[in-house]
């Protein structure tokens, strides 16, 4: 009964090939820096300004700008500045590695944003499946990142796709590469770096 | 396999791969490569189907997914189109519209019943008497017979994708494989995609034969095969055109949701019938249907043929079938043959009879044809039937003319014009990013078909590069100058204006789907619908299946004909998507249901928790297994009034509001003055919209001069924070927000020992003079960072701890495992909402609706209307003299013995409607079961009766009592009062 579906596929679609595909979580800390003086404090403390929104540096972590005051960083420490009008909220996105030569296909399943040219170190707000997130492009892949209440859904859709795909390329006849690792999900702990309350830099606007 | 051909050079079957299913019984050999229709055909099956409406028996007509009377079903799916659908091995196909199978259709004596329904009979029958309609519905349905749709069908789940390219061409015949690979080669990103399971379009099944089809064939399909920037999608329908470019591409797999910077729409023509009698008998075919058949599936489609053309095409159909075997007894030529080209000469060389200026007047055949007859055609177009002919065939193929696949350019917005030269519609103006090419354009001649698919990608990049924002690497080819859409068009009519024979017995089909003769049409336009937009309702020309593909053109011919019009002032119907229907689980695709989930959840899950939803989170109902569920929840309510219970509230919404004018938008955007809050306090927060309507409340804390924290109800929490980001910039304050609601971790310890608990893990003096009722205060909790706010939604001394998302399974676990001494106990949702019930607090969605004001729900103190401005402040001004209804307090009597009486029981006083249950539920407090209803103002009154209707229609008598139902003066929440009671 199944191969009417199958027989109507008579000419593959290219690309052809699902190949395998990693999705971890990972630990960042993360941390909301906004308000006028936020340019000043991220040059205060030595890091790279990302001239354009929508771009980021990178640092031992990262540097991205998300408004024109506004920014988030990945950074063990929060950026700290005396004499800025800024605030600096600590940040526990849940934060996940998908990686693979399939990744593209993975997000087509969820995001409608063009990602043919999005590559290592590009940075990008966009929405997937329901959910806002931040990416960060690494090699074969992206970090993703969004608020950790909605983590688990994300994981959780993020992990179907997957196994869907990769059990559609079966189907096919495409087998993963050897070189690749059969897609693993291994939880880690979450990011144990922010505070409740603001982390000020300088004073009061 | 009688009718199977020697191997054909392009054919899709493979011999190599023979497959068996069974029609109705009956085993039926196939090959890998065949669809339904092609099997049944080879095996000399010539009934596939029977019409919708009278049951006639329908065979092969087009081959091209529009013979929806030849529709199939199985165990697991139905109506499968048999032209398209690839042969399903093993399986037992029945045909849909029968009863008793496709010989012995017990509704064929339908046919036999047409004078008597001409068009319009069942609207103009049915609806009298009216109650006798759903039995005539439910007969006419049945007897429609449109497939049965199964529950024990398995579950599909077909997920949806997007993709995105510079460049979609759609058609990948030979205008669409030249567009993509000009444009490939220029270095744009191409899909191409076409519906069928191979590339090549007609190039192989009209080209076939033909020598100088060859060489292009071969560079074609190898260059767009090889090239790398090229994408190919086979057996995938464009099925619609949506703005910004959105193409939904559905193929094997689900759809592509596809978006493109510019689209090449090479879609092609669709052949289009004649119409005289009996021209729907199995055997009378379209041209390109017969060929599809020869070239795709080897089958040859009759062994004596009777060809009725207006165009060189139906010369090179007839080489074809001569080719394959078939005796042609006569080519019936509605025009002059001298004027269509050699193909016309080599056919009449071959000795085959050439009737210039005939037409067909009607086929005969019991179940199959077996003679049609043919007359000359008289100056007037019509035949003159005194010199009718019949002649001996068992196929008759129709080549007359085509009309555009043009649908998705008209949903994209193109004009379309009617070419009295090419008799037939082309477009005229293209929207920006739109192209089209080849015969959809009105370009016939192979190579012009080539050439015009080069001239669309030329000027597809020309748009591309002109774009700012393009891709840097596609670099024009070229002339990109010469955009004229009419350059490579046909200067010869490759469809006759009027190929409709009238007949005085009718049968003359129009439209195939539908079983509309040229009479209905007739008749409906004599009755007054002479609009085609009209005449496809009446008639419903048009509205089957197909969407009109063979009938529309030859319906607005007809409708102009009547009017005495030309077509173009006849008009055409819309096109709506989709272009082929598409299958209900692959619009469905892969289900995203947004959940969410606090930092707690293992904890609650861990705690024996029975979850409820709340807008997208998952929270604690309460805590044991569902059948404890009561006595559960009035455990938890017994430990927050009597001892100690935490609840999870990180569902709150949270916000940071900081800046100057941080005071002044909270003032503007709720109703209570934030500008005089201290700070260090915090102040209920009352929001409503310009109507006055209260759409979320919380709590306002200001942290600092330029600082305040707010929290929403957990379903308003985004909007809340939208309205806040809106307000401030429409009124151009310096303000900036921050959305901290999944960050953050929050949760109420509450009752009679939380402060004594804290205390003991707190680094902050928790007296009354030091952190007040309504305070707010950061601290540090064993070492936890939090933000305190001392409210009381519950009427228990409590606070509110937030702290950071990761930090509050900790904070849980030190309070849970340090508040054992106290009796703490988690408590889940519905145990907060009989606490707060028992407050009188109201729960916004619950206890209001989408009119309700403040006013109506006892909230004055709430509304300061002597303030500058606030949203809704002129509404509630307004509103507030003649407050139309009440939120009132009941009670039940214990023991009553009534029906439970649930939310949304309505309140029934002399047989009206005057308000509903907004809340309901026992109150340990009062021991009784308490509520509240929002009622009209004239039946409000303490001590008055409430008349509430439950659920079986008995009216059950509640007496109206004064809110709170429990600690009027709060004093439980009182610090001097806790004192007093710790003491």
């Not at chain 1, 596929?9 to 990972?26: D, E, H, I, K």
């Not at chain 1, 354009?52 to 990945?74: H, K, P, S, V, W």
């Not at chain 2, 470019?245 to 092609?268: E, M, Y």
Request: glycine residues 10%; contains cysteine; proline residues 6%.
């Amino acid at each position: 009964m199944a191969s009417i579906a199958t027989l109507d596929s008579m000419q593959p679609v290219s690309p052809t090939a699902t190949r395998s595909v990693s999705l971890q979580p990972r630990a960042r800390p993360l941390w909301h820096l906004l308000g006028p003086g936020s340019p000043g404090a991220v040059q205060s403390a030595g890091l790279p300004l990302p001239e354009i929104m929508q771009a980021a540096a990178l640092t031992d972590g990262f540097i991205a700008r998300t408004g024109r005051e506004e920014f988030l960083i990945a950074a063990t420490t929060p950026p700290t500045a005396d004499g800025l009008c800024c605030w600096c909220y600590g940040r526990d996105d849940r934060v996940l590695a998908l990686t693979g030569p399939d990744w593209r296909r993975v997000m087509a399943q969820v995001c409608h944003a063009d990602l043919r040219g999005f590559g290592p170190n590009d940075w990008q707000l966009l929405a997937a499946a329901g959910v806002n997130l931040w990416c960060l492009g690494i090699d074969e892949g992206l970090l993703l990142g969004c608020d950790p209440s909605l983590g688990h859904y994300l994981q959780q859709t993020l992990t179907e796709v997957v196994r869907d795909l990769t059990a559609a390329s079966g189907q096919s006849g495409v087998q993963p590469t050897s070189q690749r690792p059969t897609p693993t999900l291994a939880p880690e702990p979450a990011s144990a770096s922010a505070s409740a309350s603001p982390s000020r830099i300088g004073d009061q606007l | 396999m009688s009718s199977r051909l020697t191997p054909q050079p392009f054919e899709w079957i493979e011999r190599a791969r023979p497959l068996r299913f069974t029609l109705e019984g009956e085993a039926i050999d196939a090959l890998q490569g065949d669809c339904i229709s092609s099997a049944l055909w080879a095996n000399g099956v010539r009934i596939l189907g029977r019409s919708f409406k009278y049951h006639r028996p329908r065979g092969i007509f087009s081959l091209a997914n529009h013979d929806i009377n030849a529709l199939f079903e199985y165990v697991d799916d139905t109506h499968l189109r048999g032209d398209v659908t690839p042969v399903p091995a093993g399986i037992n196909l029945t045909a849909c519209n029968t009863l008793g199978g496709l010989k012995q259709d017990r509704y064929r004596w339908l046919d036999q019943l047409s004078p008597a329904l001409p068009v319009g009979f069942y609207y103009k029958v049915f609806h009298k008497p009216r109650w006798l309609f759903p039995f005539w519905e439910r007969l006419l349905r049945h007897t429609a017979g449109l497939g049965q749709v199964r529950s024990s069908w398995r579950r599909r789940i077909t997920p949806k994708w997007y993709e995105h390219c510079d460049l979609l061409v759609i058609g990948a015949g030979p205008a669409g494989m030249a567009a993509a690979l000009t444009a490939a080669e220029a270095g744009a990103d191409v899909i191409l995609v076409d519906e069928h399971p191979h590339i090549g379009g007609s190039l192989d099944y009209q080209w076939t034969n033909d020598p100088g089809a060859e060489a292009p064939r071969a560079t074609l399909k190898q260059g767009v095969t090889a090239h790398p920037r090229i994408r190919i999608m086979t057996a995938t329908v464009a099925a619609g055109y949506y703005q910004d470019q959105w193409v939904p591409l559905a193929g094997p797999a689900g759809i592509a949701k596809t978006r493109s910077r510019a689209l090449i729409v090479a879609t092609g023509v669709i052949e289009q019938p004649a119409v005289f009698r009996n021209n729907d008998l199995p055997g009378v075919m379209l041209a390109s249907a017969a060929q599809r058949l020869i070239a795709r599936y080897a089958v040859k489609p009759c062994e004596r043929a009777v060809l009725l053309v207006a165009n060189a095409e139906g010369y090179r159909a007839a080489l074809d079938l001569q080719a394959a075997g078939v005796e042609l007894i006569a080519v019936v030529d509605l025009g002059e043959p001298a004027e269509r080209g050699p193909l016309a000469s080599k056919l009449a060389a071959t000795g085959v009879e050439i009737l210039a200026h005939h037409g067909l007047y009607a086929a005969s055949g019991k179940d199959r044809l077996s003679a049609v007859s043919v007359a000359p055609l008289g100056a007037d177009g019509s035949l003159d039937d005194t010199q009718e002919r019949w002649l001996r065939c068992d196929g008759v193929i129709l080549s007359v003319g085509w009309a555009p696949a043009a649908h998705l350019l008209y949903q994209a917005g193109a004009t379309l014009g009617y070419s009295q030269t090419l008799e037939q519609f082309v477009p005229l103006e293209l929207p920006p990013g739109i192209q089209a090419a080849g015969r959809v354009n009105g370009v016939f001649e192979l190579q012009a078909q080539i050439e015009d698919g080069r001239r669309a990608a030329r000027a597809a990049l020309a748009e591309l590069t002109a774009a700012t924002d393009v891709a840097s690497e596609i670099k024009t080819s070229g002339p990109a100058s010469n955009h004229d859409l009419a350059q490579y068009r046909d200067p010869n009519a490759h469809s006759h204006p009027w190929p409709i024979v009238a007949h005085p017995k009718g049968k003359n089909f129009v439209d195939l789907d539908e079983d509309l003769q040229l009479e209905d049409l007739l008749q409906a336009a004599r009755e007054g619908f002479d609009n085609i937009e009209l005449l496809k309702r009446f008639s419903t020309v048009g509205m089957g299946p197909s969407q009109g593909k063979h009938a529309n053109m030859n319906a607005i011919r007809v409708l102009a004909k009547v009017l005495g019009k030309a077509i173009d002032e006849t008009g055409s119907t819309t096109a709506r998507p989709f272009y082929h229907p598409l299958r209900l689980d692959d619009l469905a695709g892969r289900r995203f249901r947004v959940h969410q989930r606090s930092a707690l959840h293992e904890r609650h899950e861990q705690a024996g928790a029975c979850f409820m939803e709340a807008g997208a989170w998952q929270r604690p109902e309460f805590y044991g297994k569902a059948e404890q569920r009561e006595a559960r929840v009035r455990e938890e309510v017994a430990a927050v009034r009597g001892a100690l219970g935490l609840i999870d509230v990180s569902t709150l919404g949270k916000i940071e509001v900081l800046g100057r004018d941080a005071a002044r938008l909270l003032d503007a955007a709720y109703s209570m003055r934030m500008t005089r809050l201290k700070a260090g306090m915090t102040r209920y927060a009352l929001m409503v919209d310009e109507a006055g309507v209260i759409i979320d409340d919380g709590i306002v804390g200001r942290l600092g001069e330029q600082q305040y924290y707010l929290t929403a109800t957990s379903s308003h929490a985004n909007a809340t924070y939208r309205s806040l980001t809106r307000f401030a910039l429409e009124w151009g304050l310096q303000v900036r927000l921050v959305n901290r609601t999944g960050q953050l971790s929050a949760m109420n310890l509450a009752g009679p020992n939380s402060r004594r608990l804290l205390a003991e893990l707190i680094d902050i003096d928790l007296t009354d003079d030091a952190f007040p009722y309504l305070g707010l205060r950061e601290a540090t909790i064993g070492k936890i960072p939090a933000r305190l706010m001392r409210v009381g939604f519950v009427g228990e001394l409590g606070y509110e701890i937030h702290v950071p998302y990761h930090r509050g399974a900790e904070l849980w676990d030190l309070l849970m495992r340090k508040g054992q001494p106290y009796g703490i106990r988690p408590f889940g949702v519905e145990a907060q909402r009989r606490l707060r019930m028992e407050k009188g607090h109201i729960i916004v969605g619950q206890d209001t609706d989408g009119l309700t004001t403040p006013f109506e729900v006892g909230m004055s103190w709430a509304v300061h209307l002597k303030k500058p401005f606030f949203v809704g402040q002129r509404s509630l001004q307004i509103l507030k003299p003649g407050t139309a209804r009440s939120l009132v307090g009941f009670e039940l009597q214990p023991g009553h013995g009534w029906p439970e009486v649930a939310e949304c029981h309505l309140v029934i006083v002399d047989g009206d409607i005057r308000g509903r249950v907004t809340s309901v539920a026992f109150s340990p407090a009062r021991g009784r079961i308490i509520g509240m209803a929002l009622v009209d103002s004239e039946v409000a009154g303490l001590g008055r009766t409430l008349p509430i209707r439950a659920t079986d229609g008995v009216l059950v008598t509640a007496t109206q009592v004064a809110m709170p139902f429990y600690d009027p003066d709060g004093l439980r929440q009182q610090a001097d009062v806790q004192r007093q009671e710790v003491a």
